[in-house]
C-alpha cells in the first residue's frame, strides 16, 4: 500500500497504521504521541497528541477527511495522502491538545524527577503555546504510595492509560486502574492493595509524566548530571539488560533501555530495578544511545568523549612538535 506523509511516499503493508508509517519514514514526520505505546497491545487513542490531517483518503475515494485523525489508531488507504508538520492547521491544533493536557498539569519541572526525561515537557516546548486561557482551579490530590517503590502524583498524571495497560499485560493480577470518569478520572490502586508484581516497576518507565517515580530514585539528581550505561546482568526473571544511571562509581538508578520513540525495548523485573545497585553488580556495555530532544542529551558524555578524543590527539601531536623541538 502507498501513502504520503508531508510530501514522502513510502510503501507499508496492509494494516499499518499512519503512525507507524511516518516512524518508517523517520522522525521527522513521525507525529510525537503521549498515548501510543508500540509495545502495548490497545494502547493509544486517548491523548490526540498525535493527530494529522488526511487530504486525500485513498486513490479509490480521493476525498479528504473532514476532521484531523488520531494517526496511532487509523490504518493507511491504498493511494492515502497525510499531512502532519506540513499542515498549519494541525500544528495549530495540537497546541490546543498540548493546553488541554496542561490544564491539570502543575508546573513543577523544578522538583519533579521526571524534568529532562518528560514527554509533556519537550511536547511543551516543541508544539506548545507559552499561555493558557485556563481560570479554573486544577485538580489536586495528595501524593501517595503504590506499593512501597512507586509514588504516584495524581496531579500530573494526564490519563494515558500506559501504566494501566502494562499492568493488565505485563503483571499477573494487575491491582491498579483508573476509577471515575471524566475530569474525575484518577489512577488509583483497589482498595489499599498495592503494586507488588515482579514486573510492576515497568509501570514507571512507561509514565511520560512524572505521575509515577520511583522512590529509591526520588529527588537524588536531576536525570542530565547522571550518566546512563547500557548493562546486563545474569537474570532469571528477565533478559537482564537495563540501563544503569551513574554519578561517579555510584549507580542511581535502574531503568529498562529505551529506544528512538523513548519507549522501553525490553521491559525488566524489579530485582534488577531495585535490588542491585552496586557498579559491581552490573557488565557496563557502554554509553546509553540518547536519541530524545532534551536537556539529558545536551552536553552528552558521548559527545564529550569524542571532544577528550581529538583534545588527547592534538596534545599528543603538539606533545610530538615539543619533542622534536628540544635540543
Ligand atoms: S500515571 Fe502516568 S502512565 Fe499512568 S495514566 Fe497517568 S500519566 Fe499515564
Ligand atoms: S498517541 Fe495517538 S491518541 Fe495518543
Known sequence: MKVTIDGIEIDVPKGTTILQAARMIGPEVAPPTMCYYSKLKTSGGYCRTCIVKVTQGSTANPNPMPKPVASCRTEVMDGMVVQNITSPEIIEARKGIVE???????????????????????????????????????????????????????????????CVKTA???????????????????????????????????????CPVGALTDKT??????????????????????????????????????????????????????SCRYDHKKKSDWVIEGPSPIHRNSVISQNHYQHLNEL???????????????INKKP
Open 217 to 270: 530514585f526520588r529527588f537524588k539528581q536531576r536525570v542530565w548530571f547522571t550518566k546512563p550505561v547500557d548493562a546486563h546482568r545474569d537474570c532469571k526473571k528477565c533478559s537482564g539488560k537495563a540501563r544503569v544511571w551513574l554519578k561517579g562509581e555510584e549507580v542511581l538508578r535502574v531503568t529498562a533501555r529505551k529506544d528512538q520513540w523513548d519507549e522501553v525495548e525490553e521491559f525488566i523485573c524489579n
Open 168 to 206: 493488565e499485560q505485563i503483571t499477573d493480577g494487575r491491582v491498579h486502574g483508573m476509577i471515575h470518569r471524566g475530569d474525575a478520572a484518577e489512577i488509583s490502586t483497589y482498595i489499599e492493595q498495592s503494586l507488588s508484581n515482579d514486573f510492576s516497576g515497568n509501570v514507571i518507565d512507561v
Open 308 to 322: 577528550k578524543v581529538e583534545a588527547m590527539k592534538h596534545q599528543k601531536a603538539l606533545g610530538f612538535m615539543s
Open 100 to 162: 488541554f493536557l496542561l490544564i491539570n498539569h502543575p508546573l513543577d519541572c523544578p522538583v519533579c524527577d521526571q524534568a529532562g526525561e518528560c514527554k509533556l515537557q519537550d511536547l511543551g516546548y516543541e508544539h506548545g503555546s507559552a499561555n493558557t486561557r485556563y481560570e479554573f482551579k486544577r485538580r489536586e490530590y495528595e501524593p501517595i504510595d503504590i506499593g512501597d517503590k512507586i509514588k504516584l502524583h495524581m496531579n500530573r498524571c494526564i490519563l494515558c492509560y500506559r
